[in-house]
């Protein structure tokens, strides 16, 4: 990366979002990162300092936080992004740069009992869609993630049989890694990508172009 990224990363305590938050600051990003589990952002931000790749420009600062007013699912997956993404752009727009990444799923694109989920996510990519619009202009770039399935704690923890049928219906034969997802990441914050804005990369396998798997093991759907 050609210039210094300094931004703010939230959910970033465990995850997707914590290799996120190691891979950028050992690259040399100055982040702020932030989640609910203040101990975890303390825990992250002492093992990048005491890591070879702590030893450079490279900064991470915790602080925990809150988004949310309510504790329901739109306001987790779409109204506490926007709320973040809304406070930033006035300083971009100052600056003539920057680079807005959500992280939305491939479940936008419609998941088994999930319908909540998959609106909330969906709003993101619509969302995504119009600041992009509304601030190119600005020299920013507004983009959008949606990963699969990725091997982190959430999904190591569904029953081993789901877990066989997701990956049995993934073209590639493997779930993702928060490697995957991070080099996106990396990517989509750098110089590099400024000709790339408004867009929801998939990062799944290519399991958005293969058939869902729309039901669980002894169910049946008609036609």
Known sequence: MSRQITGILTGAAGGIGRAIALRLAGQGARLIVSDLDEKALVRLADEFSSCESGTGTGQLIPVAGDMLDADILLDVNFVGPLR???AVLPYMQRQGYGRVISLASRAWLGNFGSSGYSTAKGALVGA???LALAHARHGITV??????FIDT???RSMPPEVV???IESIPVGRGGTTDDVGALVSFLAG???G???GQTILSCGGRGISEPMARTT???TST
Do not use: F, H
């Not at 983009?143 to 699969?148: D, E, Q, R, T, Y």
């Open 195 to 197: 000709y790339i804005t």
């Open 153 to 155: 704690p959430m999904s």
């Open 84 to 86: 973040l993404i809304d």
């Open 191 to 193: 110089d590099e990508s």
């Open 128 to 130: 995504t869609r119009s």
């Open 218 to 220: 002894g169910e049946k």
């Open 164 to 166: 066989d049928q997701v």
């Open 143 to 148: 983009n959008c993630i949606a990963p699969g």
